[in-house]
């Protein structure tokens, strides 16, 4: 059994958590169904979520790394293909727990990695999970703080660690009324590595530790891909008009955009919006609002093409934010506008987009702010702010590219910096944690 890093005895929550989870077993059977009725569970492979392995575990030493969602699992790509460089003789485990993840995974790991789905924390499907995969080493993407899960891993698995660690303002709030119940969880692992100083500072003070950050592993990721095919085809369905991009809005935020457009196009009659919400399922109801505001709308999802007269074109489909970040010089990204935190802005700028924000950004606060302050992004926290801003770079050719340009050598310059460091750090600390296991 692996120690735990100066953890107090297990809070009294903490056991009671998992003497009652370990009795709703049909609970968490009947939250599987239900996930899988509304389409939120892969049918083909659910039993995965119950810890019943969908394959084989290779030979040799195995390191598991588990994200909650798309964000979580994409920023681990380069670390993957990184430390496979560094350590060829190391299988890779990739858990996640959405269907969405689970395709970008599917498509994207490197040769000698694999997916398969996280178990839900009910302590049976955690433990069936671990005793078939018997990892080496376990890394905890960001956020992903199941009881059940971590505990588990501790008994079964000689290294852990937090990896780009971040806990949300208000989730920092939740856990201070629970100060005994994090700091056992965080004790767990022998290492944590926050994305940026706000994290490192709350994750200091939830776990009584410190909690270095050598940056945003977010940085460290690939551009968004696009098939050129299609670019080529929706390029030349736009010709030659006035185009800008809103990406990854929330409900809220498309009113917002619409009453942009209409002010934006006074100034240009045949401005055509690209939309691409961050949940593609909510593309009917988002053509819906915008026939409500006197625009014509197209859908991505139904093959509907930009004609003449679309106004907006709703990009309401998976994996493909990285072509409509091509398509567009300017890039509004959203939840930002809501208070949900805002979403990764390094994604447009790694394709030369000149990025627009609102002023919810707390997920992204300091990459945000260090873009600002090399003239790669700006700020705007309104419709009308947001018209002002995009009527600006659509008319100043000079300062569009000034600003796209400075966001790309941003994210660039700052990812194989982070990649080595975040790298180098775990193998040092796995191989000691090797050594004294021997």
Known sequence: MALMQDAPPKPFGLRLYQAASRLAGPLAAFALSRRLAAGKEDAARLSERRGLAGRPRPDGALVWIHGASVGESLSVLPLVSRLQSLRPDLGFLVTTGTVTSARLMAERLPPGAFHQYAPLDHPRYVEAFLDHWRPQAALFVESEFWPNLILAARERVGFMALVNGRVSPKSFEQWRRKPQTIRYLLAAFDLMIAQDRQNAERLSLLSGRDTPTLGNLKHAAPPLPGAEADLAALRAMIGARAVWLAASTHPGEESAIYNAHGLLRESFPDLLTLLAPRH?????????????????????????????????????????????????????????????????????????????????IFNFVETYGDMRAAGAAALVRND???????????????????????????????????????????????????????
């Open 384 to 438: 009308r702010e947001l018209a002002t801003a995009v009527r600006r770079l659509l008319c100043d050719e000079k300062t569009r590219h000034a600003m796209a340009d400075a966001a790309r050598r941003a994210s660039e310059a700052s990812a194989e910096r982070i990649l080595a460091e975040i790298s180098g750090l775990i193998l040092d600390r796995f191989e000691r944690a090797a050594k004294l296991a021997a």
């Open 280 to 360: 593609p399922e909510r593309g009917a109801e988002i053509a819906a609002l915008g026939a409500e505001n006197g625009l014509r709308a197209s859908r991505r999802s139904k093959n509907q093409p930009i004609e003449r007269d679309t106004d907006v074109y709703v990009a309401d489909t998976l994996g493909e934010l990285g072509l409509f970040y091509r398509l567009s010089e300017i890039a509004f990204v959203g939840g930002s506008l809501t208070p949900k935190g805002g979403h990764n802005p390094l994604e447009p700028a790694r394709l030369g987009g000149a990025v627009l924000h609102g002023p919810h």
